[in-house]
């Protein structure tokens, strides 16, 4: 069976890196691809990524990061991507990577909950983001079988996960 890639999506504050690292060691081979990497790549004429005139920008980095998390799952890695890939990049997502197995997650927890671990991050200035990017998910509501609780032990989040995976329950592409 080829390797898969698994994404893990949510607003900030909800867990993705602290599950996306907790749920690699579970794999022979596995590779955490950061969408944050690639938008911090950029070094002049970035556009915050929560404003409106970034959505070209944002799309290009979302179809950046596909791509190279593309080439590690197809390498034989486990590939987790992890970072902001709402429901709204999906269709990007899954164009760049073609036929591979791709399980998809978005990571909840409540809003409070979010805006506490982006503090205890020191990134005190980003509530306001935190609670903008919050509402889009909620917005955007995905199938009960893509939610993950964040707002539980990491064990029991890694767990969880890696169960759907092993059960194929959130394929969004099979390849």
């Not at 767990?159 to 969004?172: E, F, G, P, T």
């Amino acid at each position: 069976m080829p390797a898969p890639l698994i994404i893990l999506t949510g607003p900030p504050g909800t867990g993705k890196s602290t599950a996306a690292e907790g749920l690699s060691g579970g794999f022979d081979r596995s590779a955490v691809v950061g969408g944050d990497f690639f938008l911090e790549a950029l070094r002049s004429g970035k556009v915050e990524p929560w404003l409106p005139a970034s959505h070209d920008q944002n799309t290009r980095v979302m179809e950046i990061t596909a791509r190279s998390a593309r080439d590690y799952t197809a390498a034989g890695w486990t590939t987790i991507l992890e970072g902001i890939v709402g429901p709204w990049f999906l269709p990007n997502v899954l164009a760049e990577v073609g036929a591979l197995d791709v399980h998809y997650f978005v990571l909840t927890a409540p809003l409070d909950v979010c805006k506490r671990r982006v503090r205890a991050r020191g990134r005190i200035s980003m509530s306001a983001v935190v609670e903008k990017m919050h509402a889009e998910f909620e917005t955007h509501a995905s199938d009960e079988r893509h939610l993950v609780d964040s707002d539980r032990p990491r064990a029991d989040v890694v767990d969880d996960i890696a169960a759907r995976v092993a059960a194929r329950s959130a394929l969004v592409s099979e390849g």
